[in-house]
T-cell receptor, first 113, second 114 residues
Framework: GENVEQHPSTLSVQEGDSAVIKCTYS??????FPWYKQELGKRPQLIID?????GEKKDQRIAVTLNKTAKHFSLHITETQPEDSAVYFC????????????FGTGTRLTVIP | ETGVTQTPRHLVMGMTNKKSLKCEQH?????MYWYKQSAKKPLELMFV???????ENNSVPSRFSPECPNSSHLFLHLHTLQPEDSALYLC?????????????FGQGTRLTVV
């Protein structure tokens, strides 16, 4: 099955700085890469996703890049704010019909005011 | 609310007990999932049901038994659990079509095995 690795496990940044989280995947058939944000005590929620037919996608302060050749994808958060503090999970899935999402181990982001 | 409801929110059970976790989705999705979230392995996929049929069992011990009576309901039956099974159990659902779509998670059941 798919194996997703995520780095770093923890990340602290000053408010206003940028944060970058990186993930690699093993299954070349994977073509869907969502990112989830989980605030303390709450459920994971999708913040952005990218499909293998594009290399970059942006939504306001959040962007995701995908390198299919190297099998890695990254989350970029610019102008970080304290409310961005949470655990972020990357995931990968193939369109085999099973829609199985395999998650990375998570990154705990702390934005220091 | 995301339309995925899990009950109970918290559960404490002994190793000899039998209990069940329930998940219900009101989103019209046709796929449902059980994930285990613990400090050691965050968001570990346990079971997948597509159109009520189990399609994935990621080597989960038999003391966990899933049941999907229809596309809106999913259960996880628990028996003779171990303390290391203590974790947050998350249910999710999605719409399986030709391409992958967003998975919506429930609030989870915090399970403690004593």
């Amino acid at each position: 099955g798919e194996n997703v690795e995520q780095h770093p496990s923890t990340l602290s940044v000053q408010e206003g700085d940028s944060a970058v989280i990186k993930c690699t995947y093993s299954d070349s058939a994977s073509n869907y890469f969502p990112w989830y944000k989980q605030e303390l005590g709450k459920r994971p929620q999708l913040i952005i996703d990218i499909r293998s037919n594009v290399g970059e996608k942006k939504d306001q302060r959040i962007a995701v890049t995908l390198n299919k050749t190297a099998k890695h994808f990254s989350l970029h958060i610019t102008e970080t704010q304290p409310e961005d503090s949470a655990v972020y999970f990357c995931a990968a899935s193939s369109s085999s019909g099973a829609n199985n999402l395999f998650f990375g181990t998570g990154t705990r982001l702390t934005v220091i005011p | 609310e995301t339309g995925v409801t899990q009950t109970p929110r918290h559960l404490v059970m002994g190793m000899t007990n039998k209990k069940s976790l329930k998940c219900e989705q009101h989103l019209g999705h046709n796929a449902m999932y059980w994930y285990k979230q613990s400090a050691k392995k965050p968001l570990e996929l346990m079971f997948v049901y597509n159109f009520k049929e189990q399609t994935e069992n990621n080597s989960v011990p038999s003391r966990f038994s899933p049941e999907c009576p229809n596309s809106s309901h999913l259960f996880l039956h628990l028996h003779t659990l171990q303390p290391e099974d203590s974790a947050l159990y998350l249910c999710a659902s999605s719409q399986v079509i030709t391409a992958n779509t967003e998975a919506f998670f429930g609030q989870g059941t915090r399970l403690t095995v004593v």
